[in-house]
């Protein structure tokens, strides 16, 4: 047990460093890409990844959480063979519908661009993004599925670690045109989903049905087999979990751009991103996390899964709040680092740190109810963010802009954190809580 967990930290501490070589990288690439393209490109720029992220979000279709909950639940049994299916299956669902989102992306870049945010030298960018649309899917996917296979550090790498620096690698090897830099992105990705796939040919072997161990073959016994249901069942409520998150990411952002120019919009999302680093922890400490909740909810073992949570709230705690602390005290210099023309976001950077720090005492929670099919009081929940995102944001963008925009931000994520502890505790510490949701 003792070397157990030397080897689980050692695992947390390699994840850590790959995430710390991605803060590196997408800090640097946001400074290096606001001095090279000046505000108002750089503002486009942030536009233009803010579209990507959407588009991508509805292409996976909710598949990537399922599929990281499906390899983990049914390797924990033995059942390969079934981990294999819903593999395949998510990469061909996820990589048809990435295809079709691109082609969609390219036919409304005239449009969203002279339209919605009257930026007509947004288009080509735009254009060019379509590019970025299936490369970022299937490296998504295919680092959640690494992820499925308890290969944390590989699923990292792929998914987070690796693009941002071949990102800073182009921008210090001269690129500073706005469209350059949009196709270096699809290079970047494109290289990122290529070792995903070679990562995962590796452990195909893993997909094959195997003998359960006598551990997980007692605790499920103990509480009754109980089948998955289709990953498509899975995926349902958690793409719209996914599609909500990534709304609640791009909605101030979109928003923005139609009141304010190009330069507030750049400012106001080099603040976001910032804060949004605080992330890295959680999606670190988290991606080691889902597959064991995910094994541990199939094997019935509910007090050690409570327990391994309790810890995972720890850690991130203790890690991510001294970074909050930093973009509340001292936002000016974060924003210095930048460059010239984004330190007027420094009240919406302490803002954005506040909600932040709520996410940080109450985080992967959303992340504990995925991995054990709770699917659809998530939606619920995350319906109620953005239901609070929309009004907020139609009251206070308007009004306060970049300060506006801030705060509906900071709300909404503060809202997630908490409404998914309080659900969490009605599901696992009361059996009557559990029965109502169970029937909703």
């Not at 070589?21 to 290096?32: N, Q, R, S």
């Not at 598949?63 to 395949?88: K, P, S, V, W």
């Not at 992820?147 to 090897?173: E, S, T």
Request: aromatic share 4%.
């Amino acid at each position: 047990m003792r070397l157990q967990t030397w080897r689980a930290l050692g695992r947390y501490g390699i994840g850590l460093g790959l995430r710390g070589v991605e803060v590196v990288g997408k800090l640097g690439l946001y400074i290096i890409a606001a001095r090279a393209l000046g505000a108002h490109d750089a503002g486009l720029f942030f536009l233009c990844l803010t579209w990507i992220g959407l588009a991508s979000t509805m292409a996976r279709l909710g598949l990537e959480r399922a599929i990281t909950r499906h390899i983990a639940a049914e390797l924990a049994i033995g059942q390969g063979r079934a981990a294999g299916r819903d593999l395949r299956t998510g990469l061909i669902g996820t990589g048809l519908a990435a295809t079709l989102a691109a082609a969609v992306a390219y036919a409304l870049a005239g449009p969203a661009s002279h339209l919605l945010f009257g930026a007509p030298d947004l288009e080509t960018p735009l254009r060019l993004s379509a590019l970025v649309l299936l490369p970022q899917t299937l490296t998504i996917t295919l680092g959640s599925a690494l992820a499925g296979l308890k290969r944390g550090i590989a699923a990292q790498f792929v998914q987070n670690a690796l693009w941002p620096v071949l990102m800073l690698a182009a921008l210090l090897a001269g690129i500073s045109s706005l469209d350059s830099l949009i196709l270096a992105l699809a290079g970047a990705l494109t290289l990122s989903a290529l070792v995903g796939m070679a990562l995962l040919a590796r452990d195909r072997h893993r997909f094959t049905d195997r003998p359960v161990p006598a551990d997980a073959t007692a605790s499920v016994d103990d509480r009754g087999a109980e089948a998955l249901p289709s990953l498509w069942h899975t995926a349902r409520p958690l793409f719209v979990v996914e599609l909500v998150q990534v709304s609640l990411a791009s909605l101030p952002v979109l928003a923005l751009g139609v009141f304010v120019d190009a330069a507030s919009v750049g400012a106001f999302s080099v603040a976001n991103r910032i804060s949004m680093l605080v992330w890295v922890v959680v999606i670190c400490i988290g991606t080691f996390a889902a597959p064991n909740y995910a094994e541990l909810h199939r094997r019935g073992e509910t007090s050690r899964l409570l327990a391994m949570n309790r810890g995972v709230m720890l850690t991130v705690a203790a890690l991510g709040l001294p970074m909050v602390s930093v973009m509340m005290v001292v936002p000016e210099l974060l924003l210095d680092l930048i460059g010239q023309g984004f330190d007027s976001a420094a009240t919406a950077l302490r803002i954005l740190a506040v909600g932040q720090m709520i996410h940080c005492l109450l985080a992967c929670q959303d992340i504990l109810l995925a991995m054990t099919g709770h699917g659809r009081a998530l939606r619920r929940l995350n319906l109620l963010q953005l239901a609070a995102c929309i009004l907020l944001g139609a009251v206070l963008i308007p009004l306060f802009g970049m300060t506006g925009a801030a705060a509906v931000t900071a709300l909404t994520v503060a809202q997630g954190a908490i409404g998914t502890t309080l659900v969490r505790l009605l599901l696992f510490r009361s059996p009557k809580g559990a029965a109502v949701f169970k029937r909703a």
